[in-house]
């Protein structure tokens, strides 16, 4: 669902910056997108890169068309995070190697916390929120457009 709301292009470089098990890369593989990239600060196997999503020294600024990724919640992965502090660094970097009127698509479960964060981040303008469930617990899928 995730690729979906992305607007898939083939044009598209995407960044998937907490991969975990790579599943948005696997997912990915139904769309036709020039390339992906999926990334972990702990990667979980050989196709996923060693990186922190907080400081993509390896990423150009303006570079990435879209990022559809699934940030730590702060329940069991991220349970001793700042979140406030965590979204906040998260939005700048991805502010920063987003391409003008490039997508941000995240899976959020702390929906008021990351809404508040979003609020104060000028260079992001909210496109669509989609309330779901996942596992039992109340989230949303946040589509996000660089607003410069």
């Known amino acids: ?6 607007e898939p292009n083939k044009e598209d470089i995407v960044l998937d910056p907490f991969a975990g098990s790579g599943a948005i890369g696997m997912a990915r593989k139904n769309y036709p ?12 196997n050989a196709s996923i ?15 990435v068309s ?17 979140l406030n502090d965590f979204y906040s660094k998260m939005l700048q ?13 995240t899976l959020i479960g702390q929906k008021e916390l990351f809404e508040n964060v979003l609020r104060k981040s000028p260079n992001f303008s909210l496109v669509k ?8 617990k109340k989230a ?8 410069y």
Not at 66 to 77: A, N, R, V, Y
Not at 93 to 105: H, T, W
């Open 1 to 6: 669902m995730l690729c979906l709301i992305s």
């Open 33 to 44: 997108y020039q390339k992906t990239i999926s990334g972990d600060q702990n990667p979980a």
């Open 49 to 63: 890169k060693k990186l922190n999503a907080l400081d993509l020294e390896d990423f150009k600024n303006n570079s």
């Open 66 to 82: 879209k990022i559809i990724t699934d940030p730590p919640w702060g329940i069991s992965i991220g349970k001793d995070l700042d």
């Open 93 to 105: 970097e991805f502010s920063r190697v987003l391409k003008p009127r490039g997508l941000l698509i």
């Open 129 to 136: 929120r989609y309330n779901i469930l996942v596992s039992g």
């Open 140 to 147: 949303a899928i946040y589509k996000i457009k660089v607003a």
